[in-house]
Structures are given as C-alpha cells and as structure tokens.
C-alpha cells in the first residue's frame, strides 16, 4: 500500500508570519495525524525555493499568535524566531532539496498530533 505523501502545496495556511513565511499544518487523512510546520521562501542561487520545516505544537501555538490571516502581521516576526523552531525539514520545491513531497516517516511522530 502506497503511503500518503504530501506537497509543500498541500499544507494547509493557518496564517503569515513574514513576507514569504507561512505558518500551517500537514493533515494526514490516512494516518489520523497531523504534523505542524513553516514554509519558508527563499532565494537560491537565482531562484525562489520553498522549504517546509516541521515544527512543535507548542511552537504552532506560539506562532499563531503573531501571524495575521490573509495579510502580513503588523510587526513582522523575526527570521531568527522562526528558524529556532525548525524541528526537521520534511519537503521543499526546488532541485536543491532532498525531497520534494514527504511521508509520515520523513517527521518526528512525537511532534505530531492524533486527530
């Protein structure tokens, strides 16, 4: 049986949280799981890349309280933050990247969240 792959255009935006960076979830349908994370958008080498990292529910929480729903937020919030919570890369889009989807097996289960 194939597992459920997911696409950095298949998380679902929970809000922004600078120009380019997007606070959401993966929802793994088969699985019951959800897996929370950023996508970053970034130039390399002359190109934009999107890069998806996964990142804890306490961070999830954190974060959703500085982003804004279909705007940027006033006060944008600082790369810096953001990276601090990067937990594991889990898929981006560009050639530079190790994988372009990613499965239940490219996160860390403890981060996750049964539904």
Same mark, same amino acid.
């Given at each position: ?8 255009? /298949?998380? %679902?935006?929970? @809000?922004?949280?600078?120009? @380019?960076?997007?606070? @959401? ?15 970053? &958008? ?18 999830? %929480?954190? &974060?959703?309280?500085? =982003?804004?729903?279909?705007? %940027? ?6 790369? *810096?933050?953001? *990276? ?5 890369? &889990?898929? @981006?889009? =560009? ?8 499965? %239940? *097996? /490219?996160?860390? &289960?403890?981060?996750? *969240?049964?539904?």
């Amino acid at each position: 049986m194939k597992k459920e792959e997911k696409r950095p255009a /298949d998380l %679902l935006s929970d @809000g922004a949280l600078a120009y @380019g960076t997007v606070l @959401g979830r993966f929802v793994f349908e088969e699985e019951r799981r959800i897996v929370y994370a950023v996508s970053e &958008l970034m130039h390399i080498a002359g190109a934009d890349v999107s890069m998806v990292y996964q990142i804890s529910k306490q961070d999830y %929480l954190r &974060l959703k309280e500085m =982003s804004a729903v279909d705007q %940027l937020p006033e006060i944008e919030v600082p790369i *810096e933050t953001i *990276e601090e919570c990067h937990c594991n890369f &889990l898929c @981006g889009e =560009s050639a530079y990247c190790i994988r372009n989807r990613c499965t %239940l *097996e /490219d996160t860390d &289960l403890s981060l996750t *969240e049964e539904f």
